[in-house]
């Protein structure tokens, strides 16, 4: 038996597009002929799923998409209060894929019939036992021997030959050949003929227009022209409280480089072991950084911008990845909220909204008539006037928001729709220090562009919006998104 590969997914591949592993064999036309995809916990015998599938029609070979059992594997990795280089494991899977295939024993015999003790005598080599049930099909239908065909007992058993409880005297033409076969179907089962070690999924999906370009090369950080495994656009504005969060293909003993518009280089090495790692990009979650050039801070008060790259030493060396530039946002703002987001990639960014926000609230209600109980008062039944019919019982409270962004460019208004069709969003509440007055040291909140943060707070939410549009600069230069978003858990009300 011989199998080859006809097509397999990338290495690295986002486990929400199809993963297709095609195989041809030469047992295909075989009958009861079925691949066996066997698939592994990379390394190790922790097998995850399996699958028996039939040849294709046209052309006999085995197909399996293992991409909804891998996208049950991978979830994704959040720490909010992380700034350093950590292992994003929830956001991978290792595995390996083993092909193997199965087919009904059918055992050929070309050697004349013999005598044995008056019973036929079958002489091939064989895996028969005394008592097996076993189904005789000869070359010519059974025209010559017809006692001979259909179904027998084993009576006796050797590795090179046996014996069928079939009357050597009914045989008319000992030189007839014929296939003999377990009267169950039984199987040959054959695994790891094929293997493909040290698969890797992440937690990502490429649009459906990109897929065809897709390629794990692009992730691999080696050269200016390579990626992180997000889709943030390279040209982002974030105001001073958003966090950002890369996943990337790194390695340890290597760093991620940051520098300014004023040419400050500064740099955080990462020490986590693992080849698939989260780190704090944005202007708030940077992180403890080391300065080369220049001083600290990284973000001072006439700071435009910052790039952040990859570098595959522990020094300021040679760009291993592209440059992904943040420009500050410091626009007055009226309010602060961040919606944090799971984009297609893996990877976790942010929008700012910087507009006035609503908050409003849906109460849900059930409600039941109850007997009023009242009670005897000198001889007759009365009641008093508190008493309660109509009662209210299971009472909730759906809170949600509205929220404004600023105007944004065209590439930032791109990739606000991953905001709005992902699956995972927060909402970062920030509390600023002020005084009794509600002015925050004497100036007025709507007019301050640089508020001091008391407190801040990530609540997990859903996006209501059942529609959206993707604005493009020639249609409009002004471009500004709402949203509405639900809190996810709701207000418990006594009663």
Not at 53 to 77: A, F, H
Not at 125 to 140: K, L, M, S
Not at 270 to 299: E, M, R
């Amino acid at each position: 038996m011989a199998q080859t590969t006809i097509a397999s997914p990338q290495a690295f591949s986002p486990a929400y597009n199809q993963l297709k592993f095609i195989i041809d064999s030469t047992n295909k036309n075989l009958t009861g002929f079925r691949y066996i995809f066997d698939v592994y916990l990379a390394g190790t015998v922790t097998k995850i799923g399996q699958y028996k599938v039939m040849p294709r029609i046209n052309d006999g070979y085995g197909e399996e998409d293992l991409s909804k059992l891998l996208q049950s594997q991978v979830t994704w990795t959040l720490s909010t209060t992380a700034t350093a280089t950590s292992n994003a494991l929830g956001s991978y899977y290792d595995y390996d894929v083993k092909v193997g295939e199965e087919y009904v024993y059918e055992l050929p015999y070309t050697s004349s019939l013999s005598n044995n003790s008056g019973n036929v005598q079958i002489n091939a080599t064989n895996t028969f036992a005394i008592g097996d049930q076993v189904v005789i099909i000869q070359d010519d239908g059974g025209v010559a021997n017809p006692q001979l065909d259909g179904l027998h007992t084993v009576t006796s058993a050797s590795g090179s030959a046996f014996t069928v409880n079939s009357l050597w005297a009914d045989v008319t033409n000992i030189t007839i050949n014929g296939t003999v076969k377990y009267a169950d179907n039984r199987k040959v089962i054959t695994r790891n003929i094929t293997t493909f070690s040290n698969y890797r999924v992440f937690n990502g999906a490429v649009r459906h227009m990109d897929w065809l370009l897709y390629n794990q090369t692009d992730y691999v950080l080696d050269g200016i022209t390579k990626e992180f495994v997000t889709n943030q656009p390279q040209s982002f504005h974030a105001t001073i409280g958003q966090d950002i969060w890369f996943n990337a293909r790194t390695r340890s003993g290597s760093t991620f480089v940051f520098q300014n518009d004023a040419g400050d280089t500064f740099t955080k090495s990462i020490s986590a072991l693992g080849t698939f790692t989260q780190t704090g990009v944005g202007p708030n979650n940077t992180g403890t950084l080391t300065a080369t050039v220049g001083t600290l801070p990284l973000i001072k008060p006439n700071t435009k911008y910052y790039d952040v790259y990859y570098n595959s030493s522990l020094t300021v060396g040679p760009q291993d990845s592209q440059k992904y530039r943040i420009y500050i946002d410091d626009r007055k703002l009226i309010e602060e909220y961040h919606l944090l987001f799971l984009d297609r990639m893996g990877s976790w960014s942010s929008f700012a909204f910087q507009l006035k926000a609503y908050e409003k609230g849906d109460i849900q209600r059930e409600m039941y008539n109850k007997n009023v109980d009242g009670y005897v008062r000198a001889g007759s039944w009365t009641y008093g006037v508190e008493e309660f019919g109509f009662h209210y019982f299971n009472t909730n409270v759906i809170k949600s928001m509205d929220l404004n962004s600023n105007w944004m460019d065209e590439g930032m208004a791109q990739y606000y729709e991953e905001l709005m069709t992902s699956p995972m969003t927060y909402l970062k509440i920030t509390k600023y220090m002020s005084d009794e007055t509600g002015t925050i040291f004497g100036i007025e909140e709507e007019e301050c562009s640089s508020r001091i943060p008391e407190s801040t707070t990530y609540v997990p939410v859903m996006v209501t919006n059942n529609a959206y549009e993707v604005y493009k600069q020639r249609n409009k230069n002004l471009i500004r998104q709402s949203v509405s978003v639900r809190f996810s858990n709701q207000d418990n009300i006594n009663g």
